[in-house]
């Protein structure tokens, strides 16, 4: 998180609003949401309060709490208004499946990996290791 402190108040404002306006966030909740649900299934034993307390533990906040860095390092604040006059445009609307979306699909796909890890961790059995 010391990273996010040397990014200005205003440019954090501006990444987030980019987010917004690229459906990166909403994708991104989606995912988290949906690699919840396939833990719950993977692990039928893990109890509601603890995957509620992993739920907690990586929220969509902390995902672009990641992203803001790697979007500071691309873009200027210049670029940023540029990008969120852009995507507020029609064409920008039409552009919005097929850019950026790769680096965010990476970001998640380390938090998955996080996650998993913090599952093996506290060593919930695997459904199919429970039927053993």
Do not use: H, W
Not at 4 to 28: D, M, V
Not at 95 to 123: C, H, P, R, Y
Request: charged share 30%; glycine share 4%; proline share 2%.
């Amino acid at each position: 998180m010391g990273i996010l402190k040397l990014i200005s108040e205003r440019k954090k404002y501006l990444i987030k609003i980019f987010l917004k306006k690229c459906t990166a966030q909403n994708i991104s909740k989606e995912y988290i949401e949906f690699y919840f649900k396939l833990c719950e299934n993977t692990y039928p034993n893990v109890s509601s309060e603890k995957l509620e307390e992993f739920k907690k533990k990586f929220t969509l906040e902390e995902y672009t709490d990641r992203l803001i860095p790697v979007i500071d390092e691309y873009f200027s604040i210049e670029d940023l208004q540029g990008i969120i006059k852009f995507y507020s445009s029609d064409m920008g609307k039409k552009m919005l499946d097929t850019m950026f979306l790769q680096k965010v699909g990476e970001i998640g796909n380390n938090l998955v990996s996080q996650i998993e890890q913090e599952f093996a961790l506290n060593n919930f059995p695997l459904e199919s290791e429970e039927e053993k």
